[in-house]
């Protein structure tokens, strides 16, 4: 099934792990949160790879690199190697590195992962617009990027230098809860230049070709927690997709999903990886998926039933969805999620 025409969650006789060959999975909210795993994160990933199943941890943080987040991960007690890792840095890096010319110096607004990235692809990083630079690159610099490299990356851009940018999340989780993001940060440049960037991380184009360049992925499951870069990257992409409910989503928000953030499989973490995906099949004038049924009401979602509260939020999404058709839908869902305690 396409995703264009997906209206409503799929369901999977297989478990996700055996029927799709990589996933394609992104870290934070996902795998860990404030550098901590995930409650069933470990034993979940651990068992989907010994199923045969390829794991490769796909991110649009460029700030630490595919050597350091494997570390992060392997002390977790997921077993990685820096091949299983792709970042935004390297999707940009690739990017520019079919734009200018080869050995090109690049300013780096950002942090080392850019640096490494660049190298990789046989460019040169730079710290200051005065050093000629053939391209401005803009990536996550964590919270101590001093505001001078914002200045820094409008001089050069004014000049006319092309500007590119690994990813533009406005936000990214913490320990602490959530901080500005690096689209936070290329908004600052945005508002000072006027120019626009190229983008290379989720949910464009570039990430998800970087991605299936370096696994090999025949058949990919996307796994992530935010509609608008995880799924989003996953429809245009073509390729199916897991939401979990373990980072930025909730239940609003998935119901409220405008066509391109809708995934195929909904869970409440990655044990939903393990597992056969529940049918949601219409039922009369709703739908249905386990012991629950919802409808489209006049002006709400209706929910009857019993059984387990994801099933109740699967037969939701499919009566909104179908609700939406092509635009997002606007029905007072409230009440039916307050019976699921979503």
């Not at 069933?40 to 941890?57: F, I, K, N, W």
């Not at 983008?199 to 992530?224: C, D, N, Q």
């Not at 049918?279 to 002006?299: K, L, M």
Request: proline letters at 6%.
């Amino acid at each position: 099934m396409s995703q264009s025409a997906r209206r409503q969650p799929e369901g999977s006789d297989q478990a996700l792990s055996e029927a799709y060959d990589t996933a394609l999975l992104d870290l934070d909210g996902v795998v860990y949160a404030g550098g901590n795993a995930i409650a069933y994160a470990v034993d979940s990933l651990a068992t989907a790879r010994e199923g045969g199943m390829r794991l490769a941890y796909v991110t649009n943080n460029a700030l630490r690199t595919p050597d350091v987040v494997a570390a992060h991960l392997t002390a977790l007690g997921i077993p990685t190697g820096a091949e299983d890792v792709i970042t935004s840095a390297q999707a940009v890096a690739r990017l520019i590195s079919e734009q200018v010319p080869a050995k090109s110096r690049v300013l780096v607004i950002g942090g080392e992962g850019l640096r490494v990235a660049l190298r990789e692809r046989g460019l040169e990083p730079v710290e200051s617009a005065e050093d000629d630079p053939a391209a401005v690159v803009q990536g996550y610099g964590g919270p101590d990027l001093a505001w001078a490299r914002f200045a820094e990356a409008g001089y050069a851009i004014a000049r006319g230098v092309p500007w590119y940018a690994s990813n533009t999340d406005l936000t990214i989780p913490g320990a602490r809860g959530i901080a500005p993001g690096n689209g936070a940060a290329v908004e600052v440049v945005r508002i000072t230049t006027g120019a626009e960037p190229q983008i290379a991380g989720k949910p464009l184009p570039p990430m998800h070709r970087e991605t299936i360049l370096r696994t090999g992925a025949k058949r990919p499951l996307v796994v992530g927690d935010r509609l608008d870069t995880d799924i989003e990257g996953a429809f245009n992409g073509e390729v199916d997709s897991l939401l979990v409910l373990t980072g930025v989503t909730d239940g609003p928000q998935l119901l409220a999903a405008p066509p391109q953030h809708r995934p195929t499989y909904v869970d409440a973490d990655l044990r939903g990886m393990l597992t056969g995906q529940p049918e949601v099949a219409e039922a009369g004038d709703g739908f249905r998926c386990g012991g629950w049924t919802a409808r489209a009401g006049a002006e709400r979602l209706e929910l009857d039933g019993d059984g387990e509260d994801l099933d109740g939020l699967r037969a939701l999404c499919a009566a909104a969805w179908t609700a939406a058709g092509d635009g997002r839908c606007e029905l007072d869902a409230e009440k039916a999620l307050a019976r699921l305690a979503l």
